[in-house]
Antibody, heavy 116, light 109 residues
Framework: EVQLVESGGGLVQPGGSLRLSCVAS????????MTWVRQAPGKGLEWVSI???????YYADSVRGRFTTSKDKSKNTVYFQMNSVRPEDTGVYYC??????????WGQGTLVIVSS | EIVLTQSPGTLSLSPGERATLSCRAS???????LAWYQQKPGQPPRLLIY???TRAAGIPDRFSGSGSGTDFTLTISRLEPEDFAVYYC??????????FGQGTKLEIK
């Protein structure tokens, strides 16, 4: 069964850092595009990052230069390093498996709250 | 960046009725890269339709997608109680970049 489980969310102060993890099972992140999508409270979905199977990464303008996506093939895990966080980064962060432009499997999400 | 605009913002219908949701793009989108998702409270989105008209695995045939270019539609032929949720369209372009519409809330009338 294909499954994604995120962790690492929590309360962080503005300007602080947090690292999210997404453990995959049922497939290999080595050969799959993996993405992060976030959702502010009561709002819609916002794509924020993708990592290709060759390790190339791409980001939305809203997070570029602050957030970094990486993966550990040995742990079948994708990471999302969040630095210099802002209150507007508050929300649920989902990792998802990307296939030909669509997101066909999603984790349950992890909540990040940026507040002093 | 391609902007997707969904309408209406909220749709109030009764079980058994037909629902028609619209997604309009600010510039032409390849039909291969237009998808629809359903999201219920407290749950992640679920892929319904991809390639503008292909149902994802396990999706009932009352859900159908159509459209091309800048205008796409999700139709639910006969609403079941479990269909009341928020629906998002999503596109991919080759930058790579992805974007979602703002969502349509389908509520029980």
């Amino acid at each position: 069964e294909v499954q994604l489980v995120e962790s690492g969310g929590g309360l962080v102060q503005p300007g602080g850092s947090l690292r999210l993890s997404c453990v995959a099972s049922g497939f290999s992140v080595k050969t799959t595009y993996m993405t992060w999508v976030r959702q502010a409270p009561g709002k819609g979905l916002e794509w924020v990052s993708i990592i290709h199977n060759n390790g190339n990464t791409y980001y939305a303008d809203s997070v570029r230069g602050r957030f970094t996506t990486s993966k550990d093939k040995s742990k079948n895990t994708v990471y999302f390093q969040m630095n210099s966080v802002r209150p507007e980064d508050t929300g649920v962060y989902y990792c998802a498996k990307e296939l030909s432009g669509r997101f066909d499997c999603w984790g349950q999400g992890t909540l990040v709250i940026v507040s002093s | 960046e391609i902007v997707l605009t969904q309408s209406p913002g909220t749709l109030s219908l009764s079980p058994g009725e037909r629902a028609t949701l619209s997604c309009r793009a600010s510039q032409s989108v390849s039909s291969s890269y237009l998808a629809w998702y359903q999201q219920k409270p407290g749950q992640p989105p679920r892929l319904l339709i991809y390639g503008a008209s292909t149902r994802a695995a396990g999706i009932p045939d009352r859900f159908s997608g159509s459209g091309s270019g800048t205008d796409f539609t999700l139709t639910i032929s006969r609403l079941e109680p479990e269909d009341f949720a928020v629906y998002y369209c999503q596109q991919y372009d080759s930058l790579p970049s992805y974007s979602f519409g703002q969502g349509t809330k389908l509520e029980i009338k």
